[in-house]
């Protein structure tokens, strides 16, 4: 058995939808290790960006 026939269904699907999350996310991991926020600010602060009125489903906006 070869190993790509040992991954789990759906392993070498993208991680992301759109290029742009991928970077988007890339960001994040960065500005994070320069220290300028904690990962529960950065959770709350993402929560209540998809939570707002208005908000588009995917994010994009």
């Known amino acids: 058995m070869s190993r790509r026939e040992e991954l789990p269904p759906g392993f070498d699907e993208p991680v992301f939808a759109e290029p ?3 970077e988007a996310f890339a960001m994040t991991v960065a ?3 320069k220290g300028l926020f904690s ?3 950065w959770a709350q ?6 939570k707002r009125p208005g908000a ?3 994010g994009h906006d």
Request: aromatic share 12%; charged share 20%; hydrophobic share 50%.
């Open 20 to 22: 742009w999350q991928a």
């Open 31 to 33: 500005l994070h290790d």
């Open 39 to 41: 990962w529960s600010e």
């Open 45 to 50: 602060a993402l929560s209540s960006e998809v």
């Open 56 to 58: 588009a489903a995917d």
